[in-house]
C-alpha cells in the first residue's frame, strides 16, 4: 500500500530527476536513502570519513552531539552511571530492556561462571615478548578464541551466537588483567567467582599469591563506572570495524579481534593513553600555552588529545561523570598535588576559554579524565586502551547481534572515487 506520508527529495542530474526517500529514525535527522541511486543514475556518493553516511539502521546507542546526550536504549548515561551498574548495562544493551531480578541474576552468573580461560591459553601469553604492548597481547589472544571455542563460532545458530558472548564478556578482563600480569612479570591472578565483575578485574590486575587481597568499594565503583561509560558509542570506528569485518561472515571472536585492533589507534580508543603522555609531557601548568599554540597552529601535527569529538560539538556527556568520578578517586586515595591532575584541571580551563577551541567546539571528551583515574589506581597507561577494550566488547557485541538477526544482512562493500593511472601498457625493465 501506498504510503501517503513517505517523504521524498528530488535530485536532478543534467535532464535526469529522480526521487530520494527521506527515512525517519525515532531520533536524530532523517537520512536520504540512497540504496538505489546507483542503479537509476549510474553515480555513486562520495563521503571519506562517513561524515554524512548512516551505515545501518540500529535501536541500540543514541547520541545527540550538540546537546551533550548520550542514550543507552533509551535510558540516558548518566542515570545508568549512578543508579546501574555494567552488567545490568550489558543485559540492557543486549536485550533492549532493563533485567528483571531474576534475568538479572541469571545472566551475572552465567557471565561470572565463563570467566575462567582454556589453561592452554596461558601458553599464548607466553609467547610474547614480555615488554609487547598489551592491546598487542589483548587483540592476539582474543583472535586466538576461535581456535580454543569451535563450539560457539557458528553465526547462524542462535545458542553458539549467546554462548559467544557470554563468552567474551566474561573472558574479556581475564584477558586483559592477564596481558597486565604478564607484562610486569607476576603470576597469573585467576578470577574469584564470590568477586563482582569490576572488582574481580582489580584482583586479576594487583592481587599476589603473597597477600590477601582486598577490594576497595570506591575504587571497584569507579572501574565499574569506567566500563559503564564506555560501554557503546553507536557507529564509531571499533564499531563499525566490527559490523564491516561480521558483514562477510566471520566468527565472532574474529570480528570483536578486528574492532579491538582499530580502537588501539590515537584518533580513537588510544586517546586515553595518549592524552595522559600529552599531560605528562606539558608537566607544569606554566607550560600550558606552549601546547595550546601548538594544537593551534595548522603547520603543526598536533593535537591536544582527549579534545575534540566527531560527533559532539558540546561537552561529552560522559566526560562530566568521568570527572566527578576522577574527584572522588583522588581524594580517596589522598592524592591532592598530583602535577598530572593540575596541568589537567589548567588546561581544561584555558581551552574552555580560547577563542579556537570555542569556534570549533572542542570540549574535553571521555578520554580526558579516564587516564587520571586509572593512572591513580595504579594502571599504567599502556593498560588504558585495554580497558576500554574490555568494555566496548558488550557493545560490539550488541552491534554484532543485531546485525546478524536483521534478515536484509549485506556483506559491507564500499565503493571509491578513483583518481590512479589509466589503462597503461607493462614495460620490461630495459624500456623503463
Ligand atoms: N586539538 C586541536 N585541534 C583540533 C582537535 C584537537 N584535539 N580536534 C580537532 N581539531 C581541529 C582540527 O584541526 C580541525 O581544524 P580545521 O577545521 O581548521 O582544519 C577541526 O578541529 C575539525 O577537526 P577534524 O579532524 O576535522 O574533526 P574530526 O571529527 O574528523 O575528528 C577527532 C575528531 C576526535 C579525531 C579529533 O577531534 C581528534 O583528533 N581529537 C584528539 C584525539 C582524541 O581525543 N580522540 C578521542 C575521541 S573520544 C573517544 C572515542 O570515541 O574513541
Known sequence: MLDKTQKFAELKIDEKSIKVPVSKGT??????????????????TYDPGFTSTASCDSNITFIDGDKGELLYRGY?????????????????LLRGELPT?????D????????????????NFFRGFRRDAHPMAIVCGVQAAMS?????????NDPWQREVATIRMIAKLPT?????????????????????QYAPNFLQMCFSVPAEEYVSDPILSKAMDR???????????????????????????FACIAAGIACLWGPAHGGANEAALNMLKEIGTPDR??????????????????????????NFDPRSRVMKQSADEVLELLGVKNNPTLQVAKELEKIALEDEYFIEKKLYPNVDFYSGIILEAMDFPTSMFTPIFALARTVGWLAQWQEMISDPNIKIGRPRQLFTGATHRTYKTFDKR
Open 27 to 44: 531520533l536524530g535527522p532523517d537520512v536520504l536513502d540512497i540504496r538505489s541511486l546507483y542503479k537509476e543514475t549510474g553515480l555513486f
Open 76 to 92: 540516558p548515561i548518566e542515570e545508568l552511571a549512578e543508579k546501574s551498574n555494567f552488567l545490568e548495562v550489558a543485559y540492557l
Open 101 to 105: 531480578k531474576p534475568q538479572y541474576d
Open 107 to 122: 545472566f551475572c552468573s552465567r557471565v561470572t561462571r565463563h570467566t575462567m580461560l582454556h589453561e592452554q591459553m596461558l
Open 147 to 155: 581456535a580454543f571455542y569451535h563450539d560457539s563460532t557458528d553465526i
Open 175 to 195: 584477558i586483559v588483567a592477564w596481558a597486565y600480569k604478564y607484562s610486569i612479570g607476576q603470576p597469573f591472578a585467576y578470577p574469584k567467582n564470590n568477586l
Open 226 to 252: 569506567i566500563f559503564i561509560l564506555h560501554a557503546d558509542h553507536e557507529q564509531n570506528a571499533s564499531t563499525s570495524t566490527v559490523r564491516l569485518a561480521a558483514s562477510s561472515g566471520a566468527n565472532p
Open 288 to 313: 600550558i600555552p606552549e601546547y595550546i599554540l601548538k594544537a593551534k597552529d595548522k603547520n603543526d601535527p598536533f593535537r591536544l588529545m582527549g579534545f575534540g569529538h566527531r560527533v559532539y560539538k
